[in-house]
């Protein structure tokens, strides 16, 4: 099984930053990809950024410019530095992976989510 850990949200002034974290942990062989979702209330999950484990990255045009997406792959690690936020960003932010696990009947991948970290940015 594995686990996605989030940390880093929270209240912060349109203009200003934060830097969200996300640690997988379980029976890990590989994560070839991992990102950050972001959900506000009435609206779709959407796409913010992804990083692939030899470094390529994807960013929203919404975001680009303003955030930053990185990953440690030795500590299966994803970090989320955000920017010159505004209101518009204020989501429920999750942590998404795809990862390689040895499963009971051989190598397997699945999709993982974490539970949410709240961002709310005041204008």
């Known amino acids: 099984q594995v686990q996605l850990m989030e940390s880093g949200g929270g209240l912060v002034e349109a203009g200003g930053s934060l830097r969200l974290s996300c640690a997988a942990s379980?029976?890990?062989?590989?994560?070839?990809?991992m990102g950050w979702n972001r959900q506000s209330p009435g609206k779709q999950r959407e796409l913010v950024a992804t990083?692939?484990?030899?470094?390529?990255?994807i960013l929203a045009d919404s975001v680009k410019g303003r955030f930053t997406i990185s990953r440690d792959n030795a500590k299966n690690t994803v970090h989320l530095q955000m920017n010159s936020l505004k209101p518009d960003d204020t989501a429920v932010y999750y942590c998404?992976?795809?990862?390689?696990?040895?499963?009971?009947?051989?190598?397997?991948?699945?999709?993982?989510w974490g539970q949410g970290t709240q961002v709310t940015v005041s204008s």
């Open positions: 990083v692939t484990s030899s470094g390529n990255t």
């Open positions: 379980g029976s890990i062989l590989s994560i070839p990809s």
């Open positions: 998404a992976a795809q990862v390689v696990s040895r499963g009971s009947f051989g190598i397997r991948s699945d999709n993982y």
